[in-house]
Structure formats: structure tokens, C-alpha cells
């Protein structure tokens, strides 16, 4: 059995398909002239049969796969030669089959070629073909001729190293010519388009090396296209391409959607910045003021005298101004004009529709989009702040969104296909084996006369297990490492067990090496060690110094010794078959060898090398071995993945390099005066890969700036965007792969290693004895005589509870005890209705709604089986809460307990009654106080209650706003503000009251929306504190009001709840993310500590070059000491602090080139950085970003998405971020927008003329002449730019015309043929607006109105008429269905806006009281800083998308007296100096960073997850009540009377127009012969016998399913009773046969008649010449 598994195992191919031809196992049989005559046979015979046999190939026999072991050992006269197909499949097409020695299949064409397949030149092209060594050469040839092409400079020999590779590819050719054939169809050498590509390149290579004319350009750049070689030749490679061009295939919607939403948006950019970019702030001369006004208008002569022009302190361009009052506004002496050229070189604008949609998709792909953001807020005004929202944020997270959902569904898809093709295929196998087992036993007997009749069928059944299990032997002994001789040294010099004494001293060193307080010790040496690592720095004390260096060689030989004792423990092969332990060994090493190379200088490396003692505390981790292990298995699963995207980035350095690095030399004095390159260019390989490295990164456009100036845009937009796009779409599959492994990871349980559990072990031990020894110490303490604690108890119960609370309490437990088969929180009638008073029973206080969902976030089940509802709590039915504040209400968990406990005490202690007289007594006191705690119940429940504190939270919260620095200029706001935080203080400490009364100090403080409740309003009385006081700290946590604004709404409650549970398990997988990034940020500090410092020349802001400065000293040294500092990066490696934040702005790839830069220019310690003196150090962030950021990226996206899908199961597939309301308002929602016809139709008018109109506007085809009006417009609006011809702008107002006059003609024939109805439809409703925009529009100009509206603006109203293209049923439907998960998404999408605007509210209050007045530099200016809330708004806007904070932060770094004025006086208040707090900043902006990042992953996941589900229950074999409902709606167009009847010829067009899944794709006429529908008279079928035959088809026949079509037709007919009088007298399939029999019957009779005709006819010939001969004889 042993060996079937194996052959199993062994034979099932990584990816077979699902539908296959399984044939039997046959003999392998050479291919003979005899096999082409019976093939022809064969496919001669097909041809004359009606019916075709519905095979699909063999996945287990493909080409390039390996022949499976059923097939038994491959004879050497088999090898090489032409063998016939064994798969069914291609036995009748022609095609014979080949194996090389390693059982590979390959394929050929046996007819159609230029040669037989008996010719011996072809047999030897094709034994050359399918020889191993054949393809080792070439892919040598290719991976030698790829390290050639990355080489700028080439050997003496190097050409002819090229002739003899082209010599090799041509030779390669030829063989693959001969042996495949000249033709295009399968397995011919046409036919696969990687030979199309061979032969094209090598063809060109010929031309262009023989040919006079020089084609050295093309020709370098083309054959830049043989690195694409390596994919054919890597059968995994190509197979993943396959992949990858399926999934493109899925993603051509998305695509397509994509480019509509830029084209719309770019012509939105057109209508209102064209032209805005190219104002400025311009000098106004005194005099000639006539030319300046000229200057101001239309004139395309523009000045360009760039030293009129106003700039900024450092911008290298001028500063730009508009015209509105939000806008930027002119100094002093300068006008704002539109003059000279755009920004950046003129390439950012929105002149024309070309380079709107350029800025349109750097705002998309989100690259330095804070520059571009300012310059439109700076021209334009703050308020197109929303078109950057719009774009930045909600279009390019949608866009993405569905991209990745796409990529996630096809990948699953892959990997599900996969999984059940193995499993076919195992399943197939094996009874394949079994068969052979049972065949083998019963021809055992004739088995040698088989062999002796058929020499060249080697396979038999006893062969193909003998060989399977020769196979699995062989195959375990290729498993062993070492040979046999290797394994006898390991047992006699490895395996210490020879002296006995040894042997005890082996036993006693291992106890002590596995004891778990061993493993704790090492555990706290690591982290010690990691401690000392991280304490380096720049600059170090001698003492510190010698601190670390002691600390390093006690570590050391602490790990050398742990090393040394468990060899000993564990023996060398033991020691060594772990992988810690060799792990562990290594680490040794190094060490010691840093200890023994510490004074050679530039072995730098060893140092490094410490830090993977990090890493030795994964040992001790269950969570990164964990993570380790799933990283691993992926790595190894997608290799070729990996593979293939290394092979782009290869091949995209190299085009880079042959198509502009020439470029860049030739015209770099478009760049550089002084002809330097830059940092970023392709003159090299290096420098061209790290620039397609940075592309990928997301930071493209400066680059592109670049090559538009050195190569022009014809050469560089091409090449860029084949990077980004071929690019991210391979890393974005990359990425859903690696995080689909490790969300499935976390799903499935692991076993910890035995280090892990002696942790816990000891863990648990200490734990024991610091518990033992506390429960003694107490007892000794509180030694008191059992008798005194009853007694005590006894007086405390009677004192604290009434007789009625005690018997009730008893009562309640019998009743519990009987009724334990209810459910726990059922409350009684009586109970949930009565609040009044009795005397005889003790009263019980209900508590507010939902008060208690914070601590039992998942206990909704238990919450919704109260007798209460969601509204009330169960309410502790006896306590002490009827004279004091405490213990009103608990949980159900805590009653149990209480009800079960008090009992005992009672039980315990000496139980007294009290007299009737103090029960009296009691009663009286606890009814007053009953009542107050009712009335304050009532108040606090109140929904008039809850919306006036909702009111007046938003009212403090909004209130925060207007405290800017411009509010001490605002005296009567000020005053307001100040009584109005006095009012806001009372209510909430009155509403803090309240709730105390109603529910008892316990319920309050249990409750986590009440404890940030109590801290708001500690908030609140510590700033009337601070107020009076005049102190600044407690005035500036004011901010923390706004928290209070989560516990008021539940729908910022329900998002809180989710995210904590999606994103505090992953908080484990953080710390070994955390863990990566300190390893990195100690190499940053040893590699780059002390070495960003610079001198600066304060006159140009620029560094001194090396010759004039080299060292600090001579920094010193020049003249102006004091003016040349030595100054540090602001962002360095000095400390690991500093490398943590360093390392996060490269993460977010911001001011990371300022980093890079920096890290590269590096020479030394004390030493003047020099230009890309160490360019090497680029390497460094590039494994950062790989190992660092990208990998445990995928880790955390993966858990959290476990975590989501994990919680989304427990609520039953319901959306976590939705309340229970908008549950039911998404199934609604959901219903609404499939109802296509929700709205009444419009009835047929009467009068004939409207009739006819109807008729017209109703049709397709006027709807697509809409569409296409529509279209030429928007084209019209496209070839428009800022500086036309006067022909232009009158050929565009005659087209605007044009359209205007069709657009109404539309409207006039609506509003005629719908009459009053056409306002019924809000589609026809924009519709005429757009109408009355577009004459009104006209009718402005006419009238000398200019101004009134923008012509601008209403072209982009008379452009909304484009979103009919989306409409549902009018525009492409995979845009419908793209669109819906947006839509049914908005729930959600308005919850979480929420949660972020608030975060983003409280932050910008933040922002305001403590960076108001930093000195504006860098991303801090006029249009982002902190002055006002609104310009706090912008800035976090920005940090959300992760854009320009590291400029924000460079600003407020400046906290010294040479970069700041800290006695600065800000006019119009008290505060003093422009300074910054370097520490706050830093807390600020990665607090928020983090919170937005988890918030706005956690919304992807949401949208993605969202569409996936779409398109499972699109894919999956079950009905919604969508699909029944789209069903009847296609069925009213079908019988628009309502009959339930439709005729039976229309059955097929009914069909074939329904949805998926019902529908059925013509031509189906066979499939619905085959339902045997019953018909009645008439031939006519009804609705639910379609309906149910049609629901059979999808969901297959189950018992469940069957009961469930039952239930459906019996509410049918009960719904719609005549049924019953239209009996069925046919079915579909009888009436076929009738129809069939009828045509056979017929052609029979007119056979018959043709014969009786033609029997007549010969009857009567033959009289007729009777009678001639007769007549003849007689006239004779």
C-alpha cells in the first residue's frame, strides 16, 4: 500500500485540470508509418461522425511534464524517438509523443511539417531538441548574454563572444525549424509565440549586424528582449505567466474603469485649473502699468523675465498666486498674473488633456502629491481641496480595492483549482492502481505470452508495481544527505557515548542544559544582549564604551558556553540535526571572529553580524516560529513567482539602459549646468536598476521629469509605463499570495518547540512560588478567629439586606434549580413591565441601552436573548443597591455567581431574622431612595435625553475648532467660548450624576463608554482649572473632549469594537515586525552612525565639495567660523531612536532620498560627505524595504484579515462595521439595487404621434446615439487646451451649439412621449438640468455676463450627462457590477469616514495647540500648517495618504537658536517664538500614522472581502433571492400581460436572456429538449415549471434542495391558484420526439412518393413508346 501512496504522490502533476480524459494505463509503442496510416483512419472516420467526443487533454500528460510512473520504465530504444500518444486526446490529431532520458514530454506535429517524422535529419533535430544538454546550453548562453547586456563597457573579446551566442540561437533555431515544422498550429514552431520572438530578435540581430546602415540604438534595445528567454525555459516561470495573462484577462473591466474615471476627472482638472498654474506673483513697475494690464489677458506673448517674479525662501520655483479669496495672495508691490511657464519645468499642469491626465495619475498613484496639492491650493484656493479628497483617497482606495479584489478572487481560484485537480487527480490514481492490482492477479498467467507477441509493450500491471516500488526505494535513498561512509563517521566520531564516566557526565550536563530555568536564563541573556546592542550610539563615552565591549565578550561566552554544554549534552549529531542549534553554532563563530578580526581595518562585516542575536530569541517565540516557518514555505511555493519578477526588473534596467542612458550623457546639460549626472539616471545597470526599483516604490514622476528633459516624451512615457504597470501588477500578486499564506497560517494549529514550553514551564514555577508565598504571608497577617468573620459576615448580610431580598434570593435559586432548562436571561412578564413599587418585594432598577457592550464585546448572542431586548440589562435581582450607589446592574455572568454564592455565606454565617419592625423601617428609607434612582433611570433613558447630550457633545467638540491663533482678535467668540465651555462642564458633570444615581457606582465604572465619559469630563474641570489658574498644560489636553463623541454614536462605537478585534490579536506579529526593524535600524546605526554630518556654505544653502572641506577640522578651520556650522541630517542613524524614525519615513517613502542620499554620500566619521562616495549603501535600503517593510507588511495585512474573517463568521457572515439597523438597511439597499425596474413604467400614450415619439426615445438605438453624443463631446472638451487659436475656441462654441441643440431636441421628444412622467425618473431629471445649464450657458456670453458662472464650469455640467455610461442596463454591464460593491459598501464606508475624520478632528486640535506658530519651512507654509482648524485639516489630510509629513516634521525639528527665534513675537497674542518640540512632533505624526494605516487597511480589507463575496455567490452553485427576483423581472418583458404562460418557441430567447446563474447561452435549444418541460395547450409552458427546471440545472439534485423546490411550488400555487386549470398535455422532450418522429414520417412518405411518382413516370415512358412502335408497325 506503501508504494501505491508513493506512485500517487509522485505521479500528480502541481497543476492539473479539473475536466480530463482519464484513459487507461496503455504500452508505450514507437510511432511507425503503420501508427500515421490508422491516426488518418481515424480522424477520417471522426470527420464522417455526427457526434464529437467531448475529451479534454490529460493534465498529467502535457508538455514539458514528466511521463508518470503507471507507464512503467522507459526502454532505452524508446528514448528520443517518435513514441504514439498515450493521451485519448491527441491520438486522432496528428501529433506522435517523445521522451528524453528524464521521462519529459514533448510533442509534434506529424503531417503539415517540412519534413516526415521517418526523415533521419528530423530525428535528429528532434534528439537534439529534447536532449537535456540541448536546453542547459542555451539557458547558459542566455544568462551569459544577460550579464553582457548589464555591462557598459565590453572586453576585446566581447564581440566575438556575441557572434558565437547569435551563432548558438540561430543553430537553436534551425533545429527547433526542422524538428517542429514551418506552420502556425499547435506544437509547430509558429505556433508558440515565444519561437515568434526568438526568430524575430535573432532575425533583426542578423540584419542589423550585416547590414551597411547603423542600427547599433534598436539594435541594442531589441536585443534587450532575449533576457525574456529565461521564461520559456523555466517551465514553473511560464506557467505563473499563463497565470498572470488570465487574471489581466478577469482585470480588463477594472481596467477600463480605471481609464473612464481618469479621462473624467482629467477633463474636471481641465475645466478648473487650466491655465491657473501659470500665475504668479509678479513685480508691478511704477510706471509702465499699461503693460502689465495687457499682460493680464488672453495675449500668448507672455513676459518671462523670471527675476520680476516673487519667490519663497529656498523654492526653486516662483511663487503662485490666484484670484479668489481663499487663494494665495501677492506681497506687497506684486500683482498676480498669468506669466512665464507651469511648475516643474512646465510639466505639471492641466493646459490640455495630456498633462491633466499625467497629474491625474501621479494623484492616483499617489507620487509627491503634496506638491502638486499645494500648487492648485495656492492658484485655485483651499475649497478644490475636495478634488483632491475625491482623488487621492476615495477614488485611487477604490480603484485599488478592486484591483486587489480581482487579484485575490483569481488567485483563490487558482489555488482552489489546483487543490481539486490534485485531488482528482490521487483520486484517479488510485483507482487506476487498484484495477491494475486486480487485473495483474487474474492475467498472471498469460502475461509472458503478452511480452513474447508484443516486444514494444513494456508496461504491464506486476511491471508497474515492481517499479513503483523500486521507485520509492530509490527515492528514499536520494533522500539521504551523505553517503552510506559518511553516516559510519558520524556514528563513530560524532556519537560520544565510550567511557562510562563521560556518559554520566553527558547525563548530568543535559538535565542541567533542559532544565526550563536554563532556557529562562538564556532567554534574559538575549534580551540583555539586545539591550547592549541597542545602546550604541554617536557620539559613545569612553565609559560606555567599555561597557558594551565588556558586555559583547560576556555574551559571548555565554553563548559559546551554551553551545559547548548542549554538544556535549546532545552529542555533535545530535547537536547539529536542529536547525537552532547550527543557527546558534554560527552565531559563535561569528562572534569569536569578530573578537579575533577587531583590529583589521574594513571588516566592518563581522560587526554586523551581531545583530542576528536578535533573531535567537525566535527560539523562545511560538509566534515568529510561527511566521518563520509560513515565510518559508512560501518563499519555496512561489519561487517562480519571485523569479519571474526579478526577471522584469532585470529586463526593465537593461531596456532602461540601452534605450536612455545614451540620452542621458548626450543632452545632460538639460539637467545640469555643470554636466554632473544626477543621482537618479540609466547610464549604468546599477544605477538604472535602482531607478526601476524606485519606480515600483510608488515614486515615479521625478524621474519622468527627468527623462522628458534628456529623451523626450515619445521615448520615456512608453517605458515608464510599462514599469509601473507590468510591475505593481506583479508585486500585487506577490503581495495577495504572501498574504494569503499567512492569513491561513494563523487558522491552523502548531506545536511548539520543547525551548518555548521550558520557558512557560519556568514561567509557570515562578509564578507558583511568588503565589505560595504571598498565600502564606497573607494567612500569617490575617489570623483571625473564624468565628469573628461570621459573626461579622452575619451582621454585614442582615445590615446590607432586607428579609424580602433573602427569601426572594432563595426563591429565585429553587426556581433557577427547576427550571434549568430555560434559557439563563429570560426575565418574567411581570418583571420587564412593572416599575412600581411593591412592599413586599425588593425593587429592581433598570439600566440605559447598550451601557454594557464594551466588556462583553461578543456576547450579542446572550445580550439578544434577554427578556429585555437590547434595551435593558438584566438587573441584579437583590442588593444592596437599595441603599447605596453600588451594585445596581451586572452581568448574567456575575448573577450566576452572586445567586449561587449568597446562599453559602447565608448558609455559613448565623442566619437571623429581623423583626417587622425594622423591615418596616427599611422598607420606608429604601423607597424614597428607590424612587430617586427611578426618576433618575427614567431621565438618563430618555431618547429626548440621549439626543440633547448627543447635541451638546458635537456642540464642545465643534466649539474646539475656533480656539486658532487668531482667537484673542476675536474678543465676543473668545467670551462665548469661554461660557460656553462653563455650560458644557455643568451638563456633563449634571449627566455624570444622573447616571450614577440610576445605575450604581459599579455599573458605571464597568462600562468602558462610561469610563472615557468620566475622563471627558475630568478633561473638562481640569481646563476650568487650567483657565483660572493660567496653566498651559492643563488647558492643552482639551482635545481629549472629543473622545466623548465615540461613546455618543454607535456607529463610531461598532467600528472601535472592530478594529480592536481585528488589530489587537496581531499586536504579536507587530513586536517580530518591530523586532526586523530594530535589527535594521542597529546595522543603521553601525554602518552610518556620525557620518551625515556635513559642512554647509550658509551663502549658497549648498555642502562644500571634498577639495575645499574634507573633515570636520578644516569645517573649522575657514573663515566665518560661526557661520559655517558642522551640522548634523535632522534625520540620521546616530542612535537607534533616531534609526527607528529614519527608517519609518523610508516605509512611507517619505524623505527617504534625503535619507539614501545622505547614507551614500557618507565617507567617514568626522569626514565631509562626498557625491555617492559609497553607492553601495543603497543595497541597504533596498533589503530594508524588501525584508523590512514589504515582507512584514504581508504579515500584518494577513492576520488582521484572519482576525476580520474569523469575527465576520462568529456574527454570521454580517459585516462587523455595521449596526444591526444598517444590517437590515444594506439588505434593503441590496434589494433596491437590483430592483432595475423599481420605478412604475411608463404606460404607452394614446395619441398616435406620442406613440411614435415613445416608440423612438424607448429604443436602443436612440439611447446609443445618447451615448455616442455624449462621447464626441467629452472629446471635444478633450482637445481643447489653455492657449488655442482663435479658430479653435469658434470651432468649439459651434459644436457646444450642436450639442446643446441635440441635448434639448432629446429633452423636448422626452418631455412629448412621457409627458409628466418624464420628472418621475431622476436620470431625466440631470437631464434637463444639464439642458438648462447649457442655454443658459450659451446665453451668458450674448448677454456680457463673463463672470457670472465660468464657461468652464458649465462644460463640466453639460459633461455630467457621462455618468449615463454607468447607468444600470444602459452603459457596459461589468461596470454595473464593478460599481455595486462600491454601493453596498457605503455603510460601511460612512462608518469608518467617521471614525478617520475624527481622529483626524482631534489631531488637528492637537496640531493647533502645539504647532501653531512653528516657523514655516519646508511642509510647513501658507497653505499646510496649524494655524487655523481648517489648515490643520489639510495637513492631516495629507498625513492619511502618507504624503509630505517628513516635511511637517522638519519644520517643527527646528528647536534651536540657529534654526529658529524662540523670543519671536506672534502679533496678536501672548505666545512667544516660532520654535518646534522635536519629541511631541515625533509622537504626533507616527501616532497618527499608525492609527490611520490600521483604520484604512482594516477599510480595504472590508471592500475587498466585500467584492470577494460577490463573487463567490456569483460563482457558487446556489440562488439568492436576487437571482429569483431578477428572473421575474425578465419574465414581465416576456409576458407582459401577467398570464404565467409564455410560448414555447420563446423559450430559447427567454433563456439566454437571464442573469447568471439561470442564464443559458444560445444555442440552447438541445439543453431545454432535455428539462422535459411540461407544456399545456397551446404550446405553452408556465413560469414556475421553467423556474424550477431552471433552479434544478443550477443547484443539482440534493434532499435539501428538493425540499426546498417543493416549498416553492406549493407557496406558487397557493399564491396563484388557476394554475390548476391548465393541465400539461406534452413536455418539451415528447414534443421533440413528436417533431423528430413527424420530420422521419415525412421524408419517409415523400421518399415513397418520389418513387410512386417516378414509377408512374417510367409507366407512362413506357406506353408511350409502346404506342410510337405501335404506330410505327402500323404506318410500316
Known amino acids: 500500500m506503501l508504494c501505491k501512496v508513493c506512485v500517487v504522490r509522485l505521479c500528480i502533476p502541481p497543476g492539473a485540470k479539473l475536466k480530463m480524459a482519464s484513459p487507461e494505463p496503455k504500452g508505450l509503442a514507437l510511432f511507425t508509418r503503420e501508427s500515421l496510416e490508422l491516426m488518418e483512419q481515424r480522424i477520417a472516420k471522426k470527420h464522417n461522425e455526427e457526434q464529437e ?402 516486444p514494444t509493450s513494456m508496461i504491464t500491471s506486476l511491471d508497474m508495481l515492481d517499479d513503483a516500488i523500486r521507485h520509492e526505494e530509490e527515492h528514499k535513498k536520494s533522500q539521504k544527505r551523505c553517503p552510506l561512509c559518511w553516516y559510519k563517521f558520524a556514528k563513530i566520531f560524532l556519537i560520544w557515548n565510550c567511557s562510562p564516566c563521560w556518559v554520566k557526565l553527558k547525563e548530568f550536563v543535559h538535565v542541567i542544559m533542559m532544565n526550563p530555568f536554563t532556557d529562562l536564563f538564556l532567554t534574559i541573556c538575549i534580551i540583555l544582549n539586545i539591550c547592549f546592542l541597542a545602546m550604541e550610539c554617536y557620539p559613545l563615552s569612553e565609559t560606555t564604551l567599555n561597557v558594551l565591549v565588556f558586555g559583547n565578550l560576556v555574551f559571548i561566552g555565554i553563548f559559546t558556553t551554551e553551545m559547548i554544554l548542549k554538544i556535549i549534552a546532545m552529542h555533535p549529531y545530535g547537536y547539529f540535526q536542529v536547525g537552532w542549534n547550527i543557527y546558534d553554532s554560527v552565531i559563535v563563530f561569528l562572534g569569536l571572529a569578530d573578537l579575533f578580526l577587531a583590529n583589521v581595518h574594513g571588516l566592518i562585516a563581522f560587526r554586523l553580524f551581531s545583530v542576528l542575536r536578535i533573531f535567537k530569541l525566535g527560539k523562545y517565540w511560538p509566534t515568529f516560529e510561527i511566521l518563520k516557518l509560513t515565510l518559508i514555505k512560501s518563499l519555496v511555493a512561489l519561487s517562480d513567482l519571485i523569479l519571474l519578477l526579478f526577471t522584469f526588473l532585470f529586463f526593465s534596467a537593461v531596456v532602461g539602459t540601452m534605450l536612455l542612458g545614451f540620452s542621458y550623457k548626450a543632452h545632460i546639460y538639460n539637467l545640469d549646468k555643470d554636466c554632473q549626472l544626477p543621482r537618479w539616471h540609466m547610464t549604468d545597470f546599477f544605477h538604472s536598476f535602482l531607478n526601476v526599483f524606485r519606480v515600483l516604490c510608488g515614486e515615479w514622476i521625478e524621474t519622468l521629469w527627468d527623462c522628458f528633459d534628456i529623451a523626450g516624451q515619445f521615448s520615456c512615457v512608453p517605458f515608464y509605463m510599462m514599469v509601473i504597470l507590468i510591475g505593481n501588477f506583479l508585486l500585487f500578486y506577490l503581495f495577495l499570495a504572501l498574504v494569503s499564506s499567512f492569513s491561513s497560517c494563523y487558522a491552523t494549529a502548531h506545536a511548539e518547540n520543547e525551548e518555548a514550553k521550558n520557558l512557560q514551564r519556568a514561567m509557570a514555577r515562578i509564578k507558583k512560588g511568588i503565589c505560595y508565598v504571598l498565600s502564606k504571608m497573607l494567612c500569617k497577617r490575617l489570623n483571625v478567629p473564624k468565628d469573628t468573620v461570621d459573626n461579622v459576615n452575619v451582621k454585614e448580610n442582615i445590615s446590607d439586606h432586607t428579609l424580602s431580598e433573602l427569601s426572594n434570593a432563595e426563591d429565585a435559586l429553587k426556581d433557577k434549580g427547576k427550571s434549568s432548562g430555560t434559557e439563563k436571561t429570560t426575565v418574567t412578564e411581570n418583571e420587564s413591565q412593572s416599575l412600581i413599587p411593591s412592599p413586599s418585594a425588593s425593587e429592581t432598577v433598570p439600566i440605559a441601552s447598550g451601557e454594557s457592550d464594551i466588556e462583553n464585546l461578543d456576547n450579542k448572542e446572550i445580550q439578544s436573548k434577554s427578556g429585555f431586548g437590547s434595551s435593558k440589562e438584566k438587573v441584579k435581582p437583590s442588593s444592596s443597591s437599595e441603599c447605596s450607589t453600588v451594585d445596581i446592574a451586572i452581568s448574567e455572568e456575575e448573577e450566576m455567581i452572586h445567586e449561587h454564592e449568597k446562599p453559602k455565606r447565608l448558609k455559613n454565617s448565623n442566619e437571623r431574622r429581623s423583626s417587622p419592625g425594622q423591615i418596616s423601617r427599611e422598607s420606608k428609607r429604601g423607597k424614597i431612595w428607590r424612587n430617586i434612582r427611578k426618576t433618575c433611570c427614567k431621565i438618563v433613558e430618555n431618547s429626548f435625553f440621549k439626543c440633547f447630550i448627543g447635541l451638546v457633545t458635537l456642540l464642545s467638540t465643534g466649539a474646539l475648532a475656533f480656539e486658532d491663533i487668531y482667537i484673542n482678535q476675536r474678543k465676543t467668540i473668545k467670551i462665548l467660548l469661554e461660557y460656553a465651555d462653563m455650560i458644557f462642564t455643568y451638563i456633563f458633570i449634571l449627566e455624570m450624576l444622573l447616571k450614577w444615581m440610576a445605575y450604581g457606582f459599579k455599573a458605571y465604572f464597568t462600562n468602558g463608554w462610561h469610563r472615557l465619559d468620566f475622563m471627558v469630563v475630568i478633561v473638562f474641570c481640569l481646563n476650568l482649572i487650567g483657565k483660572s489658574q493660567e496653566q498651559k498644560l492643563l488647558m492643552s489636553i482639551k482635545f481629549l473632549r472629543a473622545l466623548r463623541v465615540l461613546s455618543q454614536f454607535e456607529r463610531m462605537k461598532v467600528v472601535v469594537r472592530a478594529l480592536m478585534k481585528t488589530t489587537l490579536p496581531a499586536w504579536n506579529v507587530l513586536l517580530v515586525c518591530l523586532m526586523i526593524w530594530l535589527a535594521y535600524s542597529i546595522i543603521g546605526v553601525n554602518l552610518f552612525a556620525g557620518k551625515f554630518y556635513e559642512c554647509i556654505d550658509p551663502t549658497s544653502g549648498e555642502r562644500f565639495p571634498t577639495y575645499e572641506v574634507s573633515n570636520e577640522t578644516e569645517c573649522a578651520s575657514l573663515l566665518f567660523n560661526e557661520s559655517m556650522p558642522w551640522e548634523n541630517a535632522k534625520l540620521n542613524f546616530d542612535n537607534v531612536g533616531n534609526g527607528f524614525l529614519s527608517l519609518l519615513q523610508v516605509a512611507t517613502f517619505n524623505g527617504w532620498i534625503d535619507i539614501m542620499n545622505s547614507a551614500v554620500d557618507s565617507t567617514g566619521v568626522d569626514m565631509q560627505p562626498d557625491f555617492e562616495a559609497n553607492v553601495y549603501m543603497y543595497c541597504y535600503f533596498i533589503g530594508f524595504i524588501i525584508i523590512g517593510l514589504f515582507l512584514p507588511l504581508t504579515m500584518l495585512v494577513g492576520i488582521i484579515l484572519a482576525n476580520f474573517n474569523k469575527h465576520k463568521i462568529k456574527q454570521g457572515g454580517s459585516n462587523i462595521f455595521l449596526t444591526e439597523k444598517q444590517e437590515k438597511q444594506y439588505l434593503a439597499l441590496k434589494k433596491l439595487i437590483y430592483e432595475e425596474d423599481s420605478q412604475k413604467t411608463i404606460p404607452h400614450p394614446r395619441n398616435k404621434f406620442q406613440r411614435i415619439v415613445f416608440d423612438l426615445v424607448t429604443s436602443q438605438a436612440f439611447n446609443i446615439i445618447i451615448m455616442v453624443l455624449i462621447c464626441f463631446q467629452a472629446i471635444t472638451l478633450m482637445i481643447q487646451s489653455d492657449e488655442q487659436s482663435s479658430q479653435m475656441d469658434t470651432a468649439v462654441i459651434w459644436l457646444q451649439l450642436l450639442f446643446v441643440i441635440l441635448y434639448t431636441g432629446e429633452c423636448v421628444l422626452k418631455l412629448i412621449a412621457f409627458r409628466c412622467n418624464y420628472f418621475t425618473s431622476g436620470w431625466n431629471i440631470l437631464d434637463f438640468i444639464v439642458v438648462i445649464f447649457s442655454i443658459i450657458g450659451l446665453l451668458l456670453p450674448q448677454l456680457g455676463e463673463y463672470y457670472f458662472v465660468s464657461p468652464s464650469v458649465l462644460q463640466l455640467i453639460v459633461l455630467s450627462r457621462i455618468v449615463h455610461i454607468l447607468r444600470p442596463g444602459r452603459g457596459p454591464k461589468v461596470f454595473h457590477e464593478l460599481l455595486l460593491p462600491l454601493v453596498l459598501f457605503l455603510p460601511t464606508l460612512l462608518n469608518i469616514s467617521l471614525l478617520i475624520f475624527l481622529v483626524m478632528f482631534i489631531y488637528a486640535i492637537f496640531g493647533m495647540y502645539n504647532f501653531a506658530y512653528v516657523k514655516k519651512e519646508a511642509g510647513i507654509n501658507d497653505v499646510s500648517n496649524f494655524e487655523t482648524f481648517g489648515s490643520s485639516m489639510l495637513c492631516l489630510f495629507q498625513v492619511t495618504i502618507f504624503a509630505g509629513w517628513d516635511g511637517m516634521l522638519n519644520a517643527i525639528f527646528n528647536s534651536k537658536w540657529s534654526d529658529c527665534d524662540p523670543d519671536k513675537i506672534n502679533p496678536g497674542t501672548q505666545v512667544r517664538g516660532d520654535c518646534g518640540n522635536p519629541i511631541v512632533g515625533i509622537i504626533y505624526f507616527v501616532s497618527y500614522i499608525l492609527l490611520a494605516w490600521l483604520i484604512i487597511v482594516n477599510m480595504y480589507i472590508a471592500l475587498i472581502m466585500e467584492f470577494v463575496n460577490i463573487g463567490s455567490k456569483k460563482r457558487a452553485k446556489t440562488l439568492s433571492e436576487d437571482d429569483f427576483r431578477k428572473f421575474f423581472q425578465v419574465w414581465k418583458r416576456f409576458d407582459p400581460e401577467g398570464t404565467q404562460y409564455i410560448d414555447s418557441s420563446k423559450l430559447s430567447d427567454f433563456a439566454a436572456a437571464l442573469d447568471a446563474p439561470l442564464f443559458m447561452a444560445k444555442p440552447n435549444k438541445g439543453q431545454l429538449v432535455a428539462m422535459d418541460l411540461p407544456m399545456a395547450v397551446g404550446d405553452r409552458i408556465h413560469c414556475l415549471d421553467i423556474l424550477l427546471a431552471f433552479t434544478k440545472r443550477v443547484v443539482g439534485k440534493d434532499v435539501r434542495m428538493e425540499k426546498l423546490l417543493s416549498e416553492m411550488e406549493s407557496g406558487f400555487i397557493l399564491a396563484n391558484p388557476f394554475k390548476i386549470t391548465y393541465e400539461p398535455i406534452t413536455t418539451t422532450l415528447k414534443r421533440k420526439q413528436e417533431a423528430v418522429s413527424a420530420t422521419i414520417i415525412q421524408r419517409a412518405y415523400k421518399s415513397y412518393r418520389l418513387r410512386q411518382s417516378d414509377k408512374k413516370t417510367s409507366d407512362i415512358h413506357m406506353i408511350d413508346d409502346d404506342r410510337e412502335a405501335q404506330a410505327t408497325k402500323e404506318d410500316a
Open 53 to 454: 467526443e467531448d475529451l479534454k487533454p490529460n493534465t498529467d500528460l502535457e508538455v514539458g511534464k514528466e511521463l508518470p510512473l503507471v507507464y512503467g520504465n522507459l526502454p532505452k530504444g524508446m528514448v528520443s524517438e517518435p513514441l504514439e500518444d498515450v493521451d485519448p486526446y491527441y491520438q486522432n490529431k496528428n501529433t506522435f509523443m517523445v521522451l528524453n532520458k528524464k521521462r519529459k514530454i514533448f510533442r509534434f506535429n506529424a503531417t503539415w511539417c517540412t519534413l516526415s517524422p521517418f526523415n533521419s535529419i528530423r530525428r535528429a533535430t528532434v534528439k537534439i531538441l529534447v536532449h537535456p544538454l540541448f536546453r542547459l546550453l542555451i539557458l547558459i548562453s542566455v544568462l551569459v548574454d544577460c550579464i553582457f547586456m548589464s555591462l557598459i563597457k565590453w572586453p576585446k573579446w566581447g564581440p566575438e563572444l556575441q557572434i558565437t551566442l547569435l551563432a548558438i540561437y540561430t543553430f537553436e533555431i534551425l533545429v527547433k525549424l526542422i524538428a517542429r515544422g514551418i506552420w502556425t498550429g499547435s506544437f509547430y514552431f509558429f505556433g508558440d509565440p515565444w519561437n515568434w520572438l526568438d526568430f524575430s530578435v535573432t532575425l533583426f540581430e542578423h540584419i542589423t549586424i550585416y547590414s551597411p546602415l547603423n542600427f547599433i540604438p534598436i539594435f541594442r534595445v531589441a536585443r534587450s528582449l532575449r533576457i525574456l528567454k529565461i521564461i520559456p525555459l523555466n517551465e514553473g516561470v511560464k506557467s505563473y505567466v499563463g497565470i498572470l495573462l488570465r487574471c489581466l484577462k478577469k482585470l480588463t473591466g477594472i481596467i477600463v474603469l480605471t481609464l473612464f474615471f481618469l479621462i473624467v476627472f482629467s477633463l474636471i482638472g481641465m475645466g478648473f485649473f487650466m491655465g491657473n498654474l501659470k500665475h504668479k506673483c509678479f513685480r508691478w513697475p511704477q510706471e509702465n502699468e499699461t503693460e502689465i494690464l495687457h499682460n493680464r489677458t488672453r495675449n500668448p506673448c507672455y513676459t518671462r523675465e523670471t527675476e520680476n517674479y516673487y519667490y519663497l525662501e529656498g523654492e526653486r520655483f516662483a511663487l503662485l498666486c490666484g484670484n479668489r479669496s481663499d487663494a494665495s495672495q501677492c506681497p506687497e508691490g506684486y500683482a498676480c498674473i498669468k506669466a512665464g511657464m507651469n511648475p516643474d519645468n512646465g510639466y505639471t499642469n492641466f493646459d490640455n488633456f495630456g498633462w491633466a491626465l499625467l497629474a491625474l495619475l501621479r494623484l492616483a498613484t499617489q507620487d509627491y502629491p503634496e506638491a502638486l496639492y499645494h500648487q492648485i491650493l495656492y492658484a485655485s484656493g483651499k475649497v478644490y481641496m475636495i478634488f483632491f479628497i475625491i482623488i487621492s483617497f476615495w477614488f485611487a482606495f477604490y480603484m485599488a480595492s478592486l484591483f486587489l479584489g480581482i487579484l485575490a478572487m483569481s488567485y483563490e481560484e487558482e489555488k482552489r483549482t489546483a487543490a481539486e485537480k490534485t485531488k482528482k487527480s490521487e483520486t484517479e490514481f488510485q483507482h487506476t492502481l487498484l484495477q491494475e492490482e486486480n487485473e495483474a492477479a487474474e492475467t498472471k498467467t498469460t502475461q509472458i505470452e503478452m511480452k513474447k507477441r508484443s
